[in-house]
Nanobody
Framework: QVQLVESGGGLVQAGGSLRLSCAASGRTFSTYAMGWFRQAPGKEREFVAVISRSGGSTGYPDSVKGRFTISRDNAKNTVYLQMNSLKPEDTAVYFC?????????????????WGQGTQVTVSS
């Protein structure tokens, strides 16, 4: 069992930055690929970023590529999402998730554990 707790959300103006953190419980954090997803009101959950177990590989959709960076610190059981050049369309609840795989999963069904989410609001 893995418990995930996100933090770092908030209100920011367009063009600004935020860094989200996701702290994981347990001793097996390094055996999970970690991902970030987001969900805006009335929309489906959307893939945002993924990082491999070692941190050596990452993946992003075109909508955030070049603006968002995912990283992890296995010694601290924490994954981060640095978000720069934020846009109003980035407004959503952001979730971190853990997948017990050596691949880079990009669909929500591939993930085993989820956090409760943190709200990010970007004003224009």
């Amino acid at each position: 069992q893995v418990q995930l707790v996100e933090s770092g959300g908030g209100l920011v103006q367009a063009g600004g930055s935020l860094r989200l953190s996701c702290a994981a419980s347990g001793r097996t954090f390094s055996t999970y690929a970690m991902g970030w997803f987001r969900q805006a009101p009335g929309k489906e959950r959307e893939f945002v970023a993924v990082i491999s177990r070692s941190g050596g590989s990452t993946g992003y959709p075109d909508s955030v590529k070049g603006r968002f960076t995912i990283s992890r610190d296995n010694a601290k059981n924490t994954v981060y999402l640095q978000m720069n050049s934020l846009k109003p369309e980035d407004t959503a609840v952001y979730f971190c998730a853990a997948a017990r795989t050596y691949h880079l999963p990009s669909t929500s069904s591939q993930y085993d554990y989820w956090g409760q989410g943190t709200q990010v609001t970007v004003s224009s």
